[in-house]
C-alpha cells in the first residue's frame, strides 16, 4: 500500500529498499499521509505530557493562545467559558490569537493598496497557513515575492506575550497539525515552546474533570470578525478585502479572490 506516498504533494515519503520513510526537510507536517494511510501506521505526535507539566509548575506562567477557529469546537462552549477552562487547568490567560490575524490583516490590505496596480497583478494571501507556505517556497519559488513578508498571526502572538513575559510558556492550541512542525522553523521557534490540536486540548481537559460548556464565563473581547474568519477557506482573502475597502469606503477596488481547500486543491490552482 503506497497511499501515504501518493497522497504527498512534497514527495516527502521515500521509498528505500522496500521500506517508505519520511524526509523530515521535506515534510511540511501537513498531516494528509496519515489520513490517507490505509495501513493506520502513521500517527501524529502527542505534546500533552509536556503542557501538563508546565502548567503544574509554579515556576512559569503559561499561556494559552487560541487559534480563530476555536469557536465551536467543545461542545458549544463559548469563549469566555473556555478562558476558564483554560485557567482552571492551570493557564495564565487565554490569548486570541485572533487579534494578530487582525493586525496581519491590516499589513497585507496596506500591502494589497500600495501594489496591486493593474489587472495583472496579484498578490498570495496565506501567510497564515505553513503548508501554503512550505508548497510555495519549495514547488513555486518563483512566487515567493507575491507573498506578504510577515510571520503568521501564531507567531506574531507568541512574540508579543515573550515580549510582555519573557519567561512565560506559551501554548498554541489549533486544528491544524502543520503548526508543530512551524513552530519548530530554525528562524521563528522564538515564540512558541508547544502546540497543540484542538482534540489534545479536549483530552487534556477530559484529564482533569474539566468541562469547558459548565464553566462560568471571563469575557474579555478583543478580537473582530475579520481575524475570527481566518479559520475558513478563503477568510484570509475576506478579511484582506473588508479591510481594504474599509480603507476606502465608496471606493470601487477590483479585488478578485480565489480559494482552494486542501493541498492538492491549491496546487491545482496555482497550475
Not at 506578504?148 to 515580549?163: N, T
Not at 459548565?214 to 475579520?226: N, R, W
Request: proline letters at 5%; charged letters at 25%.
Amino acid at each position: 500500500d503506497r497511499a501515504c506516498k501518493n497522497s504527498c504533494i512534497f514527495d516527502a515519503i521515500e521509498e528505500v529498499d522496500g521500506k517508505l520513510s519520511i524526509d523530515p526537510d521535506k515534510c511540511s507536517g501537513c498531516g494528509v499521509c496519515i489520513e490517507s494511510c490505509r495501513l493506520d501506521k502513521l500517527a501524529e505526535s502527542k505534546d500533552i505530557f509536556p503542557v501538563l507539566k508546565e502548567v503544574r509548575s509554579e515556576e512559569k506562567d503559561v499561556y494559552a493562545l487560541i487559534a480563530p477557529a476555536f469557536v465551536g469546537q467543545y461542545e458549544n462552549a463559548s469563549p469566555g467559558q473556555l478562558r476558564s477552562a483554560l485557567k482552571a487547568a492551570g493557564f495564565k490567560g487565554m490569548v486570541e490569537v485572533a487579534v494578530f490575524a487582525d493586525i496581519l490583516t491590516l499589513k497585507e490590505a496596506l500591502e494589497f493598496d500600495e501594489h496591486i496596480n493593474s489587472n495583472d497583478d496579484f498578490q498570495l494571501t496565506s501567510c497564515c497557513c505553513p503548508v501554503w507556505v512550505s508548497m510555495i517556497r519549495n514547488i513555486y519559488g518563483e512566487l515567493v515575492p507575491h507573498m506578504p513578508g510577515a510571520v503568521s498571526p501564531m507567531i506574531a502572538a507568541g512574540r508579543a506575550v515573550k515580549k510582555m513575559h519573557p519567561d512565560a510558556v506559551t501554548v498554541f492550541i489549533g486544528p491544524c497539525l502543520a503548526k508543530k512542525k512551524e513552530a519548530k522553523e530554525p528562524d521563528i521557534c522564538d515564540a512558541i515552546d508547544v502546540v497543540l490540536t484542538f482534540q489534545e486540548t479536549a483530552m487534556l481537559f477530559e484529564a482533569m474533570g474539566i468541562a469547558p460548556q459548565q464553566m462560568e464565563e471571563d469575557a474579555s473581547e478583543h478580537s473582530s470578525g475579520a481575524g475570527r474568519i481566518y479559520a475558513r477557506t478563503g477568510g484570509v482573502s475576506e478579511a484582506v478585502v473588508r479591510t481594504v475597502e474599509q480603507l476606502h469606503p465608496g471606493r470601487k477596488i477590483a479585488v478578485r479572490p480565489m480559494q482552494a481547500d486542501g493541498g492538492k486543491a491549491c496546487k491545482q490552482m496555482i497550475e
